[in-house]
């Protein structure tokens, strides 16, 4: 016979053992650095994921960049190039171990860099590369390029530029596993969100502080956001910034903010008969409020943009550049001189054409907003931008079918640490028919000269000359809008020593090796 | 021997619809990936490339997964891979779909199992409860909470065990899986979810079960209150909710999926949808596959249940 304390009892002992059992297996696991970031590991591809498991410190390249945001060694201990500026020379640093306990050599190198440069991507920089042939010679690479450039180190800092253990291949050439030679090894990948780490005892360098982290992958912002309030994660990397107020409120953790070099800005089709004369361009980016959108939506008046390149590219930026101040008269006074007069509903038209045009939404947590604000801002002066849902892929295919006129970019000029390369792919002649994501249809002869000559420059002062051009050119024609300069945010739990954890303007790595515990 | 039998028909009944349902359900995520607006190619390369997506992914894409081969040649690639068992691979991750797919699983029925089994387990404590004092205030009362509840969203309440169990008392995990304790707060959203509409099912079933003939005889016979509803109560009650099993489960996938967004937890659901989004052909029909034999198998567990709870019901035609 069961009696009603009998059931009543059982209950009481589920829900305890519940509880227990959460509590005991979240103590367990306490020395675990828990990590978490908004990307997942969707495959192991080296133009994929190879970002992910370089900033996880597992796989390494031949030249890195410091939180600082300089080329420092890597694999290579050393690098020189040739007077005449066609031969690199890579020395291959010795005694460093793959993490299943086979030697890095040059030759490994060599048959790495071949292979970076079959890729067909021009998302991959190596394969951009004028490069004529790769040799072993003693404990160097020699890489002779067909013609001078100047920014070989520099791309050789690219993600997918990693080196890899023959073992991470399949015979078909995919990676099957990633066996690098940073300071943790990959212990185990679960699906698309979870993967453990764990020290590299033969690590070349200095050994990593923590022993484990366990890394979870969340797409889901408000998930990370709760994660972090609820002390789950020692570090949230990449905390959206629409977020960043809430989960410091919460307690328990606190913000490292750095601004990157990523900007967020309207792109348009050159070709397109809205966009095709610069008043018109003009016109729209001084209808923008980016001081409000900054504050009200980024938390941060300073995310305005008023030029391409942010000040993490101090070489770049240009300080004395004024903010760009929203003018609605003279937006309006520019789309008047283009040609364009209100039609009976208010909205600009043309011969015909109406200023009009779609913008797809991405599902990151401030691009609601900020399309919702562009939208209101832009009806002021008779431009109407109709919203719809849709990230990447619709705005690539519209551009594909040519019906593309306006969308966003995120774009990242700090993708290797010179802008020049970014630059190149999405402005050069040769790659720029491919590239989307600094805007359509946009040539200039000049920019484009001026590329050639900072990248084949031998001299300081003659780079530095074609570096201020492709500045001006870049601040006055606006191939890109620029509007809010992003905030890479790290939420860092009190378990974790706060000053132990670098944080990088550039998203090269996070430098998960130098953590401290707090105590 | 007629009862064997009974059972013997169902099971075959359930076997066949199994193999039905798994191929409509996988044929219908082809169909839904197909009928998505948009060049599948460039969804492909999105999920696969992130924001590195550029045009020349997009054609590496097509030509790496096949895409640019007729519709009906890619089905019936599937169909051939499927049919060895291998379910072919994921046009995003480029792994196999089974391993992926059966992870994904485990992980929700883990969830799901433990979510149901709570909801049961409460459900009858409060159906009985409630049941044995019909048109009472504690029944009126019951009545009146449960349809309230029966209308909070499961989103909702996973919010608020997150914001309490979580956030405020820090004594579970949040999100993700990689805890041993992870599936507490998912299984009771998943619980609470189904608690009001399970327990009215009991309750109704508790009182309709103390209306019948033989507990008024067991008071004649002057047995206690206890005795009568655990030795002559509780079986005929569990019946209609142990047949309520099969639309439940069918509701529960919905529910899944957002617990799955909720907690970070890479269910078979969340993976049915995303590949679907991503037009990753191979793993919608590989989830869909499993998502359709698994409503099968537990509908079928419910009717040989049913029969065995109450044999009378075995010359029944509980198939279609």
Known sequence: MISRRTILTASLALGVSFVATGRSAWAEDQRILQITSPREITSLALADTSYHFRRLRVAETLVTITPAGKLAPELAESWSVSDDGLVWTFVIRSGVRFHDGTELTPARVRD???????????????????????????????????????LVPDFFTDGPAIILAPSSFAADGSVTQIIGTGPYRVAKIEGKASVDLESFPDYWGEPARIGRVHFTGTTS?????????????????????????????????????????????????????????????????IALDRKGIATAIFKNPDAAANQLFSPALPDWHDPKLPPIERNLAEAKRLLASAGWAPGPDGVLVQKGTRFSFPVFVGKQPEMAPLAQAIQAQLAEVGIEVVLEKGSQAPVLESVANGSFVFGFTRRNYAAVPDPVATLLVDYAEATSAQAVWGGINYHNADLESALQRYVSATRDEDRAAARDELMALSNSDLPVLPLIWYDYNVSISDRVDFDSVPVDALEVSFWIDRVKWAD | MRRLRGLGAVLIGHVLAAAGVAVAVATLAFVAVQMAPGDVAFRIAEARYGERISLQTVDQARAATGMDQNVMVQYLRWVESSLTGQLGRSMVSGRPV????????????GVAVTGVGLALFMSLIIGFAVGMQQDRILDRAFLFASAILSSVPSFLIGIALITLFAITLRWLPAAGNNRPGYAILPSCTLALAL????????????????QDFYPTYGRIKGQSWPRIVFRHAFRPTLVPIVAYFGPLVAHTIGGLVVIDVLFN??????????????????MAMGAGLLIGVSVVAVNGISDIMVQLLDPRLSTARLWP
């Open chain 1, 221 to 285: 912002p408000d998930t990370i956001a709760n994660m972090a309030e609820a002390g789950q994660v020692d570090l949230v990397l990449g905390l959206p910034q629409a977020l960043r107020d809430r989960v410091a409120a919460s307690g328990g953790v606190r913000i490292k903010p750095v601004q990157t070099a990523r900007i967020l800005g309207p792109i348009y089709n050159a070709k397109d008969v809205r966009f095709d004369d610069p008043a018109e361009r003009k016109a729209v980016s």
């Open chain 2, 195 to 210: 608690l009001p509409d399970l327990s009215r099912v009991a309750r109704n079933a508790v009182v309709r079960t103390l």
């Open chain 1, 112 to 150: 790495a860099i071949e292979l970076m440069r079959k890729s067909r991507n021009n998302t991959e920089m190596v394969s951009q590369l004028p490069i004529s042939s790769v040799d072993v010679d003693g404990g160097a690479v020699k890489i002779t390029l067909t013609r001078p450039f100047g």
């Open chain 2, 98 to 109: 089974m391993p992926d797919v059966w992870r994904s699983f485990q992980t929700t029925s």
């Open chain 2, 265 to 282: 937890l890479d269910g078979v659901g969340t993976r049915l949808i995303d590949s679907v989004l991503a037009a990753d052909i191979p």
